[in-house]
């Protein structure tokens, strides 16, 4: 008897579902034209405002070409590629309008130009036009401490949405890896659409780390304990690659840094045919000046870290393997060593990290040794180069690594990240000599060190000059013309 009542009840539960099922197609499909057509709307209302825009005094169209950089005031290599960029097009196009949308509102346009200047050896030739956006709060990761890509991304969407509201541009650059804008500006802002990305937002390492639940700085202990939150974890960034790949294959021309991010966007957004390498330009012929041979003022050996104040740099790794590496020397009574960090901060949380890595070098007692040097001049970080013995990287997976080039370049000997860039693209042999070293754990990056400076000095100045020989292909000139090939087709 209670078995048929349950079967009623549950016959009648489907009939009222399927009573629904109808009118809430017709609902849903009234409401999606509609969408369509206030979207179109504002999409005609836009191209309006956009020809207003671009028309020159002289009464001609003038072209519009926008990057979307929320962070043009910081110092690192994403800045230098969008600097770079900006001068090469220049260069091509003297006659259009370019436009910087930014979220440095607390300082000028002029203050931002000189800080390029200053940093980066770079001065455009004709003005730049930026428009500051109040809204870089929303992708900001400490707005999300939970469910932070996800969270940044839908952020990126509406800070796209207020730079597109005050400039409708006719060519558009994500040239930071917001790819949930490229959609808003292509199919609302009728623009063409273009994206160099540094390193893709989710990838296939990371989806195995949380699947193999190790520890990671984007995969808390808690989760890795916990089986069911990593299924959770593996479930959402698996829909979340699926959108990324979605959005990203809007883009009318892709630039990738290097092999690794290629290798990565190819599988997530599956446009080989639009999609180039573009090394990123690091100002190799600045550092050929520097003198090969080891020139010290202070005896011992500098060690020098080039790298914004990141969680993914993982500067602990330098402080712990320095640490450890000091204990060792002590007791073999070797030269002084010394560490310096040199990196840009671009906001507080950067600095609280800076903080913790002070904290961590006197948990470690290598205080005295280690030194950090925040946003400072270029001619600054070209002297700390001049003088280090070796150049530390330690990033997992870094997507290119600029200041790896650079410490090539200035003639220091690179230890870097056995991963990503550094091992595909750069720290690979010239003409079958070495061009540096590659390592991993505290204890690798220990032992080399060591190893390092073990060698003589006549072993030490060939590897500085295979290395430096190695990184001309990273050179601004190359940049420029690969560049330039790769975003012609938005121009057509």
């Not at 079967?7 to 999606?32: A, H, N, Q």
């Not at 979307?68 to 969008?82: D, K, Q």
């Not at 910087?100 to 931002?112: E, H």
């Not at 010290?296 to 993982?314: A, D, I, M, Y």
Request: charged share 20%; hydrophobic share 40%; net charge positive.
């Amino acid at each position: 008897m209670a078995e048929g009542e349950e079967s009623w009840y549950l016959c009648k539960l489907l009939r009222f579902f399927y009573s629904l099922f109808f009118p809430g197609l017709i609902v849903c499909g009234t409401l999606c034209v509609c969408l369509v057509i206030v979207l179109w709307g504002i999409r005609l209302l836009l191209q309006r405002k956009k020809k207003l825009v671009s028309t020159s005094k002289n009464g001609k169209n003038q072209m519009v070409i926008a990057f979307f950089h929320p962070y043009c005031n910081a110092g690192g290599g994403g800045e230098r590629v969008l600097w770079c960029a900006l001068r090469a097009l220049q260069k091509k196009y003297p006659e259009a309008v370019y436009v910087v949308y930014t979220g440095d509102v607390n300082v000028s346009g002029q203050q931002i130009l000189e800080g390029a200047f200053r940093r980066f050896n770079i001065r455009l030739i004709h003005p730049v036009q930026f428009v500051f956006l109040r809204k870089r709060y929303l992708v900001e990761d400490s707005l999300y401490p939970h469910f932070t890509l996800l969270g940044q991304s839908l952020g990126s969407i509406f800070l796209g949405w207020e730079a597109l509201m005050q400039c409708v541009p006719d060519v558009y650059i994500d040239s930071m890896g917001y790819a949930f804008t490229l959609p808003l500006f292509k199919y609302i802002g009728g623009c063409q659409v273009g994206s160099y990305v540094h390193y893709p937002t989710i990838s296939t390492d990371m989806l195995s780390v949380v699947k193999n639940q190790n520890i990671g700085f984007n995969n808390a202990a808690f989760i890795t304990r916990n089986p069911f939150l990593s299924k959770v974890k593996l479930i959402y960034y698996y829909l979340f690659a699926f959108i990324y790949g979605l959005v990203g294959s809007c883009s009318d021309v892709v630039m990738v840094n290097s092999s690794w991010t290629l290798n990565h966007i190819l599988s997530l957004w599956k446009v080989g045919n639009c999609t180039n390498i573009v090394y990123p330009p690091c100002d190799v012929q600045t550092f050929l000046d520097i003198p090969l041979h080891e020139k010290k003022v202070t005896p011992g050996h500098l060690l020098v870290s080039v790298g914004q104040f990141r969680p993914e740099k993982n500067h602990p790794l330098q402080i712990r393997a320095f640490a450890k590496l000091l204990n060792k020397k002590m007791v073999e009574s070797s030269p002084s060593l010394k560490l310096v960090l040199i990196g840009g901060c671009r906001n507080k949380d950067d600095e609280l990290r800076v903080n913790q890595l002070r904290r961590l070098s006197e948990d470690l007692g290598v205080q005295e040794y280690v030194e950090f040097k925040i946003n400072i001049p270029f001619d600054e970080l070209k002297n700390y180069l001049s003088e280090a013995t070796i150049g530390l990287h330690t990033m997992w997976n870094e997507h290119f690594g600029i200041g790896v080039v650079e410490c090539m370049a200035a003639g220091t000997i690179i230890l870097a990240h056995n991963s990503g860039g550094p091992k595909l693209d750069i720290v690979v042999p010239h003409e079958g000599d070495i061009t540096g070293f590659l390592a991993e754990s505290e204890e690798d990056y220990a032992e080399t060190i060591a190893h390092i400076l073990s060698m003589s000095a006549e072993k030490r100045l060939q590897i500085r000059k295979s290395a430096r020989a190695s990184v001309s292909r990273f050179s601004d000139q190359e940049f420029e013309v690969t560049f330039l090939s790769s975003v012609e087709k938005l121009f057509k």
